[in-house]
């Protein structure tokens, strides 16, 4: 029986291996050199899987180690009444394997390139990117975007322009420029890498590390974990219109480190 056994479990290997040689031949001479014929279908695919309306200039396809890759250029990703949200110079999506199973677009990897974002958060409270609110649908809205975002295995957006305002604490809009953001999820835990070049009149540069769990309330998204943020050679007086900083610390420029659970 053991014999019989381990046969079974060979030939099942051998099998395998053989459909997933034919299936990464199949990509690799069929399917890759006449990838921009897919554009509009891999559009509506990823439109499908974000909740966002998504479309592309071109499309390109390669390798990620074993895993195959597909690169978007001239990328906008507009709301659900045709709002351009952001605009991307490039994405790449590191496929799942699974995508094949499940017969849906599912990915390892995200990375979004050199896109301008605008982020504000609302006297309501809200954080938007753009007008769509990220941490709980508007009227007319769903939080399909936010739910995709936080479902991907890693996430990460480089070379950023971040215009931020804050309307609910009366603060003066700021650019962040080189914006790096990584967000990796383990098990139902997100750990989240930020770092950008504020004004220079603000702070030479500014970093944050969270470990955060998010739920949902309701129809509203909520955090709760760890959060670790530094600023270098900040200028206190002027850091304080957009973060708080105690009252004891009036004019002072430094280092800044704070953590909040």
Known sequence: LTRSVARVAAALAVAALVVFLAVVLALRYVVFPQID???????????????MAVSVDDVDAGWHGLRPLLALTGVRVSDRQGKVVFELERAEFSLSWWSLLAGDLRFRDVDFFSPQLRLYRGVDGLIYLADKPLNGPAAGEDDAFTAWLLAQPRFAIHDA???????????????????????????????????AQPPA??????????????????????????????????DLERLRAHVPVP????????????WID
């Open 247 to 258: 009252e004891a610390l009036r004019t002072a420029r430094g280092q800044v480190r704070a």
């Open 201 to 234: 009149a603000i702070a030479d540069r500014v970093a944050a590390r969270a470990d955060l769990r998010f739920e949902r309330a309701g129809r509203a998204w909520t955090a709760a974990g760890t959060i670790y943020a530094e600023a270098f050679q900040a």
């Open 161 to 195: 322009t971040l215009d931020w305002r804050d309307e609910l604490a009366g603060a003066p809009e700021v650019e962040l420029r080189q914006v790096e953001i990584a967000i990796r999820k383990e098990g139902q835990r997100h750990r989240i890498a930020v770092e």
């Open 37 to 51: 014929d897919y554009r509009e279908e891999i559009a509506a695919s990823v439109s499908r899987a974000s909740g």
